[in-house]
């Protein structure tokens, strides 16, 4: 089983300021990672994601994550945000996929971020 | 292209009621999840089809929540006899399903349940 734990509930952060949220999980074995972000009144959509390779992830919208092992961290990062990043972020683990296809995503409670103008 | 619809978007029912929520997945995507989203509880996975059989349904809290799919496509989850505590967003996502390789997940609007 994986589990997923998001640190802060919220983040208050002022505009063009860096921010980074926290996410630890949980599994015995490999796991792909990712962040979701979900905007007010939306559904959710997939910022990045980590299936293997390169331990720093890129995704849309300058977020960026870094993959740490060690750690069973996969913490999310962006060096200036917007008025506009204001959203509840979501981190998500799964299993590398059964052999049918099935992707079960086990995720975190999210955390608020409220950018301040 | 579209992606995954939902309806209706909200729902308002009274305790006690049957509801009915609808999820169209994406063309050609023959996985289908729903997910239920409650204030501060993140999101809880109810259940996954593949084509028309769910071979999880491991998080349907109790058997007054149900779901099909029909066609490999439109499915409904359904609460019966709904109450209070059953108040939340329904998500559904779909994906292509692919065996052995990493499916991504596309989710709908959904659903905000609220029952009185």
């Known amino acids: 089983a994986q589990s997923v734990t998001q640190l802060d509930s919220q983040v208050p952060v002022f505009e063009e300021a860096p921010v980074e949220l926290r996410c630890n999980y949980s599994?015995?074995?490999?796991?792909?990672l990712f962040w979701y972000v979900q905007y007010p009144n939306q559904g959710l959509q997939l910022l990045l994601k980590?299936?293997?390779?390169?331990?720093l992830v890129k995704g849309i919208n300058g977020f960026e994550a870094e993959f740490n092992k060690s750690q069973t961290s996969f913490h999310l990062r962006k060096p200036s945000v917007h008025i506009s990043d204001t959203a509840e972020y979501f981190c998500?683990?799964?299993?590398?996929?059964?052999?049918?296809?099935?992707?079960?995503?086990?995720f975190g409670i999210g955390t608020k971020l409220q950018v301040i103008p | 292209g579209a992606g995954v619809s939902q309806s209706p978007s909200n729902k308002v029912t009274e305790k006690g009621k049957d509801v009915e929520l609808r999820c169209d997945p994406i063309s050609g995507h023959t996985a289908l999840y729903w997910y239920r989203q409650s204030l501060g509880q993140g999101l809880e996975f109810l259940i996954y089809?593949?084509?028309?059989?769910?071979?999880?349904k491991s998080g349907l809290p109790s058997d007054r929540f149900s779901a099909e799919r029909t066609g490999g496509s439109v499915s409904t989850l359904t609460i019966q006899r709904t109450q209070q505590e059953d108040s939340a967003v329904y998500l559904c996502a779909s994906s292509l399903g692919k065996r052995a390789s990493y499916n991504e997940q596309f989710f709908g609007p959904g659903t905000r349940l609220t029952v009185l």
């Open positions: 599994s015995s074995v490999s796991v792909y």
């Open positions: 998500a683990v799964s299993p590398f996929p059964l052999s049918g296809g099935y992707q079960k995503v086990t």
């Open positions: 980590y299936l293997s390779g390169s331990t």
């Open positions: 089809f593949q084509g028309n059989s769910a071979p999880d």
